[in-house]
Every structure is written in structure tokens, then in C-alpha cells.
């Protein structure tokens, strides 16, 4: 395929993107979002030139915002924005057009991220195979004599701030999926020794990048560091580190090393956060000196990793106040309206480097501030539409704090072949992204402060003891797993001594044919509720009205959805001590029931997967998402002392 004909495909299926349906209110990720998927696509920022679209890790941070506000919206329609970024690079085979792995320029690492989670949600091999290609870039990548990671091939012996983010978080990435478990030691060895070569004990600051031959004119001869402090590349090393941390093994010795890094990071980022604006500096450590200027990538950049730090539980929750802080100041420092639901991101510079030719950059404060600044640079507004996304998941309200959702993984077993060709667990499981999994209705969960876990033995009143809402879904046939765990009276006696003595059970079915329903009713038919072995709401192709259900004004449980699509039900019999929850066309589709101190909802579909509730697949009017969110609301109250 031609690039111009590639260029053309991308600029049209971002357009359409923009234009298949109206806006609601949008929070500020989103509408700096819609601006760079509007801009980027027509003023070639990103893609550049006549002949098509150049492989940039400019547009890698965008799209990491992107990633971020659907997981936070399920708005499908950014997923797709994503996922035509990346097509119009790719051809079947995952060939990137316009990358040259020779050049062993790091920065060409950071679309990998895109392409795992591409892989990862659809399952296409293009992606993982281009995914792969950039991996083994990284085990050819030239390095320093203590073993890390030249910049470029063009800056020999010289690491920079930068590139760790270009290519640690995707390396953490990919050697989780592929099982390359020696990768961590490599990984932490490049946060090691960033910090150790460029970090200063005087003020925690991490110098932009170092020189190990001290040969570069802007070296010092003795350390071989950069001369100055830019806020840019220090906020790349935060967001590197959480980033990195998301993947990285629990139990991995090393893991402590850079959670150490992160906390001294972090210290000093608050440290020279500007008390008035609440926001940093481009040249960190001279705010009074003339011609510096707070700058807006930098600022988001800490905002994120602080906040995201937090979240975690890697930062104390004291790092959250400078959090905040820097928050406000991003909003009234950079962000402008800009029409109708969309807004600017003012003050980014444009680029800042060391070395290279024509111009050689010599890391001076003259030359830092000589960049351009511009409005809606792609670097800026992915930063802070990370920034923006964490910040509004933090203030969420948190009804669910304290509490554990547990999902089964004991009746409902599968396994898949994975790919690196050995069996992994799949089916409606937190971790999963594709069709199959739970990894949004999880999201959820953990947005409203709820602690997701796994049960992968027969539950007991002992195991489920830490567990405030236990879910089980889709049990298995003898079709679908080889010795599957049925339920059976033993089971279903401690699970509901579990349920009286406060638990809230969730029993996710599935039509008969596709779920072991006949054993499994002696569950169900302990609270009053009998799953029928039949399947209602058929659906042929994408005629989705057929899986149309429509709830009435007053639900007690989905209090703001409308229209949902649930296709393929086990219809239910409701019996005293349940009630029906959601009828439709005189078949019960959800009931619940009161048990003791706890609660039962039930209802014969998987339904809150992310097939159905990530946007990618159903039309607009179909409110999957909200109702998920209206389910978690619910059964948090449901919890004794939350009520």
C-alpha cells in the first residue's frame, strides 16, 4: 500500500471517528482528546509530510491519553481512534512503514505500547508481530559499557531522561506477555543506572542525560552529566517509572530498588513545584531566572506520576496534595477553550535535546529556552490527558473503599493457548482485555475503591471470608473444560453461610448450550431463583435490536441507563425470598434476593464483559457501560454497612 494512500485511509477513519455521534458533557481528558484527535489528523503534526504518515513517538503519548479516557468512558469510538493511528503503519506481516530499526533510536519504542494493547483487545497477530520487531530492536540497541541503553545511534555512549519512557515501559509490556522473565533485571538495570550517572544529592534532581565517553562538548568532564535540570525529561522518568511498575513482578528483588527511585523522584518533583501556580518550571531549579516559564508537559508529566503513584500505593497519599495542587494549576495555567466541547493545551515546548547537527544543542539554560513553545503540542496533550484521566478517576467518589470483589475461578476454568504457545487461563477474568474479559468491569470496581481478587479453589465460608462480593460466572461444560468443577450441595452450602452472614453473591449464567445450568441451580435455588435452560434475545449478525432490552424509569439498581443489549439469556423463575429486578416482555431477566445479612443478583448472561461494555461493538444507544456502573453502585450498598 502506497503512503499517500495510507495517509488518506488514516485522515478519513479519524474523521469519522470524530463525526458518528453528538457529544455529551466531556471532562477535560476527553475534550483535549477530541481536540488532538481533530488537529493531528489535519495539520500533519503527526503525520508528517506529503508522502504519508512517519513513525513518531509523538503520537504514541497521544494515544496513551487515548488508552486512558476509553478505559475511564468505555467511548469506543477512541478505541478506534487508536487502532487506525496504528493501521496506517502496518501491513499484515506487522511491517511498520517509515520505522528504520537500524537507526536504534529509542524513541521509535514508545508506539509499541499501542501495539500490545491492540493485540491484547482484538487478538490481531499484525500487531504483536510489529510489536516484536521494535522488541528485538531492543536486544540489538547499542550500549554504555555498564549495559545501558544508548539514546540513539547517532548519540553514542549517552543515555537521556527521555529514553526511559520510550522504551522501558513497553520492554516491561512485552516481556510480561511473552514470558521473557530475564528482561526485568535488564529493566531495572536501565532506572539504576539513569538515576545513579544523572542524579544530583544536592537537590534530588535528575540531570537530562549523561555522557559516558565525556567526550560531547556539553558533558561535564568529570561526571559526563548534562549542564541543567529540564522538567520534560524528569517528568518522562516519573511517568516511565509507573508505567514500568504496572508490569513489573511483585516478587522481583529489584522491585523495591524502583519503588526508591520513584519516592527520591518524586520528593524532589514536589520540591520544586512552584508554590504560587502549583506547577513546574521548564529549567526546574531557576524559577526566578529570566526568561524561564512554567511549562505545561513537564507539569503534567508530574501530576501523573504522582497521582498515578498514589493510586497504586507506590506514594504515600501525602504525595496526592502536590497532586492536586499541580492539577489546578494545569487547568488555569495552560487549558483555554477552544469551541465546542474542546479545549487547548497552552506553553508545551516544542522539542529540547543535546548534541546533534546542524544545530548543536549544548544544554545550556540559553538554549532550553530558546525552543519554540506552541499550543497542542501532541507530547503536551498526551501528557496531560494522562494526567487529566488519572486525576478524574481520583475524585470519583469511593463508596466501595475497603471492600473486596472476589471473581471465580474455580467453576468457571478455561484455559487458552497463549502467545507464547503454552495453556493461560481466559474467560471472563480481571486481567483479560479481549472480548472474553473482565478487565473493564474490574476497572470499575477498583474505580469506586473496591480491591478486585481471584479465587481459583471451591469456595468455603474460610476462603470467602476476606471477600465482600463474590462473583461467578459462566460455569462450565464438559464441552468447554475437561473435568470441570460442577457445583454441588457442599458447595452451595457454604457459599450460602457466606451469603447470610453478609455476602453479596453475583451469579453471572449464560444460555443453555453455553453454561452448565442444570447442576448448578442448586446454588440459586437456595435464595428462590431457578435459571431456566433456555435462550432468549437470539441475535442474527448485527441486527443488535433483537438483543434490545429497554429498563423503565425507577430500576432500583440501574438507575441511569436506559438501553441495554443482552443477547442469548437464561430467563429466570423468581420464587420468595427473590424478587424480580428487570422484566421484559413477561420473562424475568435479573432477580435479587435478601438472604440473611447478604444479597443475590442474578441474572442468565456473562453481560458486564468487555465485549459488551467497551464501546467497540454496540451502537450508541446501547448503555452497557452506564449500567455496569449502576450494578457496581448497587452492589456496594449492598454490603452491611454501607447500605
Not at 510480561?176 to 538515576?195: S, T, V, W
Not at 522481583?252 to 514536589?270: D, G, M, S, W, Y
Not at 531566572?289 to 512554567?294: A, D, E, H, P
Not at 461493538?617 to 448503555?623: D, G, M, N, R, T
Request: hydrophobic share 35%; charged share 25%.
Amino acid at each position: 500500500m502506497k503512503k499517500s494512500i495510507l495517509y488518506k485511509a488514516a485522515a478519513l477513519i479519524g474523521f469519522s471517528i470524530l463525526t458518528q455521534s453528538g457529544f455529551a458533557q466531556k471532562k477535560l481528558s476527553e475534550q483535549l482528546t477530541l481536540t488532538a484527535m481533530e488537529q493531528l489528523w489535519q495539520d500533519t503534526t503527526v503525520l508528517k509530510g506529503p508522502k504519508g504518515p512517519r513513525w513518531s513517538y509523538d503520537m504514541g503519548v497521544v494515544l496513551e491519553g487515548a488508552a486512558a479516557v476509553w478505559r475511564n468512558t468505555g467511548d469506543g469510538k477512541y478505541f478506534k481512534y487508536i487502532q487506525s493511528s496504528m493501521d496506517a503503519y502496518l501491513d499484515k506481516e506487522g511491517n511498520i512503514t517509515t520505522y528504520k530499526p537500524d537507526d536504534f533510536n529509542i524513541d521509535n519504542i514508545k508506539n509499541g505500547r499501542s501495539l500490545l494493547l491492540l493485540f491484547k483487545v482484538t487478538g490481531q497477530q499484525k500487531y504483536l508481530l510489529a510489536a516484536t520487531k521494535l522488541y528485538d530492536q531492543l536486544q540489538k540497541q547499542p550500549r554504555t559499557k555498564e549495559g545501558g541503553f544508548w539514546h540513539k545511534k547517532i548519540y553514542p555512549n549517552q543515555m537521556w531522561l527521555d529514553g526511559l519512557y520510550m522504551g522501558e515501559p513497553f520492554y516491561a509490556e512485552y516481556a510480561k506477555l511473552m514470558k521473557k522473565d530475564a528482561a526485568f533485571d535488564d529493566i531495572a538495570k536501565q532506572f539504576i543506572l539513569m538515576e545513579k550517572n544523572s542524579r544530583d544529592a544536592k537537590t534530588g534532581l535528575l540531570y537530562h542525560g549523561y555522557d559516558e565517553s565525556r567526550t560531547e562538548q556539553w558533558a561535564d568532564k568529570t561526571t559526563g552529566r548534562s549542564p541543567n535540570f529540564w522538567g520534560r525529561a524528569m517528568g518522562w522518568y516519573i511517568m516511565a517509572l509507573v508505567d514500568v511498575l504496572d508490569n513489573f513482578p511483585a516478587n522481583h528483588p529489584q522491585r523495591k530498588e524502583l519503588l526508591a527511585i520513584l519516592n527520591r523522584t518524586a520528593t524532589a518533583a514536589v520540591k520544586y513545584q512552584d508554590p504560587k501556580s502549583g506547577v513546574w518550571f521548564d529549567i526546574l531549579d531557576m524559577p526566578a531566572r529570566k526568561g524561564n516559564y512554567l511549562e505545561s508537559s513537564a507539569s503534567s508529566m508530574f501530576v501523573y506520576g504522582l497521582a498515578k503513584g498514589v493510586r497504586k500505593g507506590w506514594l504515600a497519599p501525602s504525595f496526592m496534595a502536590a497532586a492536586n495542587k499541580g492539577y489546578a494549576g494545569l487547568k488555569k495555567e495552560f487549558i483555554e477553550k477552544a469551541g465546542d466541547e474542546r479545549v487547548n493545551l497552552t506553553k508545551t515546548v516544542s522539542v529540547s535535546g543535546l548534541g546533534g547537527k546542524p544545530k548543536y544543542r549544548d544544554g545550556s539554560f540559553d538554549y532550553y529556552i530558546s525552543e519554540k513553545v506552541i499550543t497542542n503540542d501532541p507530547k503536551g496533550m498526551g501528557a496531560f490527558v494522562c494526567a487529566a484521566a488519572e486525576m478524574e478517576v481520583d475524585q470519583l467518589p469511593k463508596p466501595g473503599k475497603g471492600l473486596t470483589v472476589t471473581v471465580d475461578n474455580f467453576f468457571n476454568n478455561e484455559y487458552m493457548t497463549g502467545p507464547t504457545g503454552d495453556k493461560i487461563p481466559f474467560h471472563y477474568l480481571w486481567e483479560e482485555d479481549d472480548n472474553n474479559g473482565f478487565s473493564l468491569f474490574g476497572k470499575v470496581f477498583n474505580d469506586a475503591g473496591v480491591k478486585t481478587t481471584t479465587l481459583k479453589t471451591a469456595p468455603t465460608t474460610s476462603n470467602l471470608k476476606g471477600s465482600n462480593i463474590y462473583i461467578i460466572v459462566d460455569p462450565d461444560t464438559e464441552k468447554e473444560t475437561a473435568n470441570p468443577n460442577f457445583m454441588n450441595a457442599a458447595h452451595a452450602k457454604q457459599i450460602s453461610e457466606w451469603v447470610k452472614a453478609g455476602g453479596v453473591l453475583v451469579l453471572l449464567l449464560n444460555d443453555a448450550g453455553n453454561c452448565e445450568i442444570s447442576k448448578f441451580n442448586v446454588l440459586p435455588e437456595t435464595f428462590g431463583i431457578h435459571f431456566n435452560e433456555d435462550s432468549r434475545n437470539k441475535v442474527q449478525g448485527t441486527n443488535f435490536e433483537q438483543g434490545a432490552i429497554k429498563i423503565t424509569a425507577g430500576n432500583s439498581i440501574f438507575k441511569t441507563a436506559k438501553k441495554v443489549y443482552i443477547k442469548e439469556i437464561s430467563t429466570i423463575v423468581a420464587k420468595s425470598p427473590a424478587v424480580s429486578a428487570l422484566n421484559d416482555k413477561g420473562d424475568v431477566i435479573v432477580a435479587t434476593a435478601k438472604y440473611g445479612k447478604g444479597t443475590v443478583f442474578a441474572v442468565g448472561d456473562p453481560w458486564f464483559y468487555n465485549e459488551y461494555i467497551d464501546g467497540r461493538k454496540l451502537p450508541a444507544e446501547f448503555e452497557n457501560f452506564k449500567a455496569t456502573n449502576d450494578l457496581v453502585n448497587w452492589l456496594i450498598k449492598q454490603v452491611p454497612g454501607k447500605r
